[in-house]
T-cell receptor, first 116, second 113 residues
Framework: DTAVSQTPKYLVTQMGNDKSIKCEQNLGHDTMYWYKQDSKKFLKIMFSYNNKELIINETVPNRFSPKSPDKAHLNLHINSLELGDSAVYFC???????????????FGAGTRLSVL | AQTVTQSQPEMSVQEAETVTLSCTYDTSESDYYLFWYKQPPSRQMILVIR??????QNATENRFSVNFQKAAKSFSLKISDSQLGDAAMYFC??????????FGKGTKLSVKP
C-alpha cells in the first residue's frame, strides 16, 4: 500500500479552469503539507495542516484553497488556473512532536499540472 | 528567516568513486534538523539521511554519510562507492520550528559508468 498517495499524477487543463488534486496518507500522521516544485526544481511550502487545522499558509494566491476533511486527507483546489500555475505539486505527511520539524516527511509521487 | 544554499547546481562522479555535495544553511534557532532528499527521474522524493542538530556525531546510512559542522552551518553529503542508481537531484532541507521543510535549490548528480 502506498503511504502517501496523490491523484491524479498528471493533469492537463486550459487556462481559467478549476481543478482539484487529492491526497491521502495511511501512516496515521497528524500533519500534512502541500509543496510546489517549479520548472527549476525549486521546492517550496504552500500549506500545512495539523489535525485538520491550517498551520502554515505561505504567500499563495487565494485561488488556491486547501481542504482537510480529516487528518488523513488534504486536498488542493485551484480556481481560475493560470499559465504560471504549471508545476509539480507534492503532498507530504509527518507525525509532529512538538513544533520542530524533526520527523521524517513522507512525500507522495507528485502531480504534474500543465496549464495550456 | 531560515535559508538553505546548495552552491553546486551539477556534479559528476565516476562509478565506484566518492562524491561530496555541499550545503550551507542560516538560522538563529538552536533546535532543528537537517535532511538530504533524493529525487530520481521518477520524481519521487526519497529521504537519504537525517541529522539532529544537537548531536555532534555525524549521521551515516550505508554508503551515505554527512559532515555536519554546526558552527559553520554546513551540512555536506558524502556518497561512497557511487552507483548508477545514485544519479538524481539531491536536495538539502532544513526542518525547524515552523514545522515545514525549507529546501535548497538542489544539485543534479550524474554518475558515469
Amino acid at each position: 500500500d502506498t503511504a502517501v498517495s496523490q491523484t491524479p499524477k498528471y493533469l492537463v487543463t486550459q487556462m481559467g479552469n478549476d481543478k482539484s488534486i487529492k491526497c491521502e496518507q495511511n501512516l496515521g500522521h497528524d500533519t500534512m503539507y502541500w509543496y510546489k516544485q517549479d520548472s527549476k526544481k525549486f521546492l517550496k511550502i504552500m500549506f500545512s495542516y495539523n489535525n485538520k487545522e491550517l498551520i502554515i499558509n505561505e504567500t499563495v494566491p487565494n485561488r488556491f484553497s486547501p481542504k482537510s476533511p480529516d487528518k488523513a486527507h488534504l486536498n488542493l483546489h485551484i480556481n481560475s488556473l493560470e499559465l504560471g500555475d504549471s508545476a509539480v505539486y507534492f503532498c507530504a505527511s509527518s507525525q509532529t512532536s512538538g513544533s520542530v520539524a524533526k520527523n521524517i516527511q513522507y512525500f507522495g509521487a507528485g502531480t504534474r499540472l500543465s496549464v495550456l | 528567516a531560515q535559508t538553505v544554499t546548495q552552491s553546486q547546481p551539477e556534479m559528476s562522479v565516476q562509478e565506484a568513486e566518492t562524491v561530496t555535495l555541499s550545503c550551507t544553511y542560516d538560522t538563529s534557532e538552536s533546535d532543528y534538523y537537517l535532511f538530504w532528499y533524493k529525487q530520481p527521474p521518477s520524481r519521487q522524493m526519497i529521504l537519504v539521511i537525517r541529522q539532529e542538530a544537537y548531536k555532534q556525531q555525524n549521521a551515516t546510512e550505508n554508503r551515505f554519510s554527512v559532515n555536519f559542522q554546526k558552527a559553520a552551518k554546513s551540512f555536506s553529503l558524502k556518497i561512497s562507492d557511487s552507483q548508477l542508481g545514485d544519479a538524481a537531484m539531491y536536495f538539502c532541507a532544513y526542518g525547524g520550528s515552523q514545522g515545514n521543510l525549507i529546501f535548497g535549490k538542489g544539485t543534479k548528480l550524474s554518475v558515469k559508468p
